[in-house]
């Protein structure tokens, strides 16, 4: 893993996207480039076109590498302290906090220090690495001021298969040791369950799985999304799999691939997950992510006969 600094210019943004969507009003980021590697990450699409790539000589789209900024927290605190209109800051929607090349300056625990000390702040974080739970001991002081989220992207026995396509972030257990551990504590949680890849993580007995578990961990707000077909991200992950000998995992995701199959594939996922949280939770505390440009206009139609919980979201707005 090659690991570049460089000097960022924002702490604490106004992140009006990730406001539609209920997760944050703000957006702390520590770097352009996480060290989890996830192949279906659409992060290097977002930034494409960020002057740190060319300075460090990186392609946004490649892998095994990443780019951080130590100095992060010290900007975060200018901000946490300037701004006069606070929110909810979510660490981080971008990049990781507590990746690999994060953990080696404390990234997340210094932000989380930099904004937890100004009154009027309430801190989402949103991580694929049990390492959070060390700084638990921080979180327990704010505890009514901060939601600790780690990203579920599928069940325990699929934790091989996640490793091929997600080769740095914690396994699977580790990431639910942390928010079982966090539920523990009394901090307070929300479950992030995305993306559900096909014929890795969309099983009706795999979905209930992680919305039971999510549920048992006390979340107070269950978020969802499925997959992004746009950009190399689906490519990329099939071939992965196919590498290491998931053929039958590769033609899963090689098939929505097809846009009239992906649109049916979003339509039984949301069917899931909603028969889900309906069956363990509160189906009023789901939050299903869509940007419902890509379906089908049949499937649209599906959708919208039962929309609960559904984050319409994107230029094409559902109206009536």
Known sequence: MRVHQYPLKTGISRTPEFEKKGLATHAVNVGTKCGHGCLYCS???????????????????????AIVDPN???RVAQDAARIQERGLVQVCTLTDAWAPEAQEH?????????????????????????????DFDLIERYRDRVLVGLRLTGTPD????????????SPIRERMVALCE???????????????LPG??????????????ACECGAEEIFAEAV??????????????????????????????????WSRYIVDVINRVQHSVRQFHDIGKLRFLL???????????????DDAGVVWLGKKQITE
């Not at 210094?110 to 060390?134: H, Y």
């Not at 966090?182 to 559900?196: D, I, S």
């Not at 890795?200 to 992680?210: C, G, N, R, S, V």
Request: hydrophobic letters at 40%; aromatic letters at 8%.
């Open 228 to 261: 992004n077909r746009r950009g190399r991200g689906l490519i990329l992950v099939q071939e992965a799999l196919a590498e290491h000998g998931y053929h039958p995992q590769a033609q899963a995701i090689a098939t929505i691939r097809n846009r009239v199959r």
């Open 43 to 65: 992060t290097g699409a977002v930034l494409r076109m960020h002057p740190s790539f060319c300075a460090c000589g990186e392609n946004p789209f490649a892998f095994d590498y």
């Open 291 to 305: 940007y419902p440009g890509d379906l089908t206009p049949e499937d649209l139609v599906r959708v919208r006969k």
């Open 158 to 169: 699929e934790e091989e298969i996640l490793k091929v396509i997600e080769p740095y972030a």
């Open 182 to 196: 966090a539920h523990a504590r009394g901090l307070r949680t929300y479950g992030m369950l995305c993306p559900f």
């Open 200 to 213: 890795i993580a969309d099983d009706p007995e795999q979905i209930d799985e992680l919305v039971r578990f």
């Open 106 to 134: 404390q990234l997340g625990r210094r932000c989380l220090e930099a904004i937890l000390c100004q009154p009027g702040w309430t801190v989402r974080i949103l991580t694929k690495n049990g390492a959070v739970a060390g």
């Open 72 to 74: 992060t927290p010290d």
